[in-house]
């Protein structure tokens, strides 16, 4: 009885895990086999016996009986005389089986062999845990905060299993306390030596694609699909959404009626801006679509360098650039062509390039990476918005309107 009672204090722990006992005998036998390899030089002559039912589990140690002082290696002989303490009728020759007690083999043994177990078992439980999150790769998942630190927030299921979301993972505009039950997708998951690493993200397209499944009938039949999703998390997404059955308006299904479909999504997200658009083989009609609400007049594609020139009157620019210059700049990601805005009938306008006597050239770059290439399209723009889309100094900014203005001026 005292193997079972060190046993059962053994695998106390195991309802709390995700392991069958069946298993944990297994894993039990394992780990003996390895302590008398090392207690007594080699297992080969034990028999472990297991019952799972029971939970007991029984070692014997198989030795021939030697002459007396004869003895050459005394994990597999035994002496006469010892033997027939066993049993008084053994003789010379003869296999003596008996049973080792835990007790037996010293206290730090048995101290080593429940830390030997508890390692296992815990690998055995990382192997499933990590098995059971891979399949849940791009899924949506929810999770509790369990702790805030400064550049991540660690989440705990309702299984105790620990995820993890880094601070770029985070919607800018999240804001998370203790206790907070919070959804994501499932990133990426990695073994880190034997603990499985589960990062979880808010900012993923994926998180969005699968929020329109999940919140969409349509979506989640299938009669709609969500062909490509394009973000700036926690400010403004665009979403191509098609749909095989010419009597299903795709967008007007995602929105709802005055916006009911998709309210939901868009609070999930921190109030992100959403544009839904139909989804087209046709580059031309995908571009114009991708700039709305701006309307174009317009456009010259260039297939080989992935390049767009739209024109169009100059008070729909900046409509077509956005707040921040994320409107031109998701246009760009949705429809994987680089995005060039000209104003159409300003002929009193003046290209930017012809200020590189007076503008550094890194100030004018910086200027069209926002999508503002003319003098008039920098002059229309608020100071403040302007050091918003571009890397570009207050002060700078402002040397720069005075040498725009002057242009006009004169």
Not at 9 to 16: I, V
Not at 74 to 98: C, H, M, T, W, Y
């Amino acid at each position: 009885m005292e193997n079972l009672a060190l046993i059962e204090s053994f695998s106390e722990f195991k309802d709390e895990k995700f392991i069958d006992r069946v298993t944990l005998m297994s894993i039990l036998e394992e780990v003996f086999r390895n302590t008398l390899k090392r207690k007594y030089g080699d297992d080969d002559n034990f028999d472990i016996i297991i019952n799972p039912d029971k939970g007991d589990l029984e070692i014997w140690r198989n030795r021939i009986v030697v002459e007396d002082n004869s003895v050459e290696d005394e994990n597999q002989e035994i002496s006469l005389s010892e033997a027939r303490k066993i049993e008084p009728d053994f003789e010379v020759g003869e296999d003596v089986s008996e049973e080792v007690k835990l007790i037996d083999l010293g206290r730090r043994t048995v101290l080593a062999l429940r830390q030997n177990l508890v390692s296992r078992i815990n690998e055995h439980d990382n192997g499933i845990i990590y098995k059971q999150f891979i399949d849940l790769i791009g899924e949506i998942y929810t999770a509790e905060v369990h702790h805030i630190r400064h550049n991540v927030v660690i989440l705990l299921d309702d299984e105790g299993n620990e995820l993890i979301m880094p601070k770029d993972r985070q919607i800018p505009s999240d804001f998370y306390r203790k206790g907070d039950s919070i959804r994501g997708i499932i990133e990426s998951v990695e073994l880190k030596g034997n603990k499985p690493s589960i990062v979880m993200s808010r900012t993923s397209p994926k998180f969005l694609e699968k929020l329109f499944e999940q919140d969409i009938p349509e979506v989640f039949d299938g009669l709609i699909s969500v062909k490509k999703v394009v973000r700036i998390p926690g400010e403004k997404a665009k979403v191509a959404v098609d749909s095989y059955d010419d009597r299903i308006d795709p967008v007007g299904a995602c929105v709802g009626m005055k916006g009911s479909r998709i309210h939901g999504i868009v609070r999930e997200l921190g109030n992100e801006n959403i544009d839904v658009i139909n989804y087209t083989n046709n580059i031309q009609l995908l571009i114009t679509r991708a700039l709305s609400p701006a309307k174009i007049s317009s456009l010259k594609i260039n297939e080989e360098n992935k390049t767009v020139e739209v024109f169009m009157d100059p008070e729909q620019v900046s409509k077509a650039i956005g707040r921040g210059g994320f409107n031109i700049r998701l246009a760009g990601q949705l429809t994987g062509y680089e995005i060039d805005v000209y104003r159409e009938g300003a002929e009193e306008d003046v290209e930017l390039t012809e200020f590189s006597d007076e503008i550094e050239d890194w100030v004018l770059e910086e200027l069209k990476k926002a999508g503002l290439d003319t003098a008039k399209s920098v002059l229309e723009q608020d100071i403040e918005d302007l050091i918003k889309r571009t890397d570009l100094e207050e002060e700078t900014i402002i040397e720069i309107r005075k040498v725009l203005n002057a242009e006009f001026s004169e």
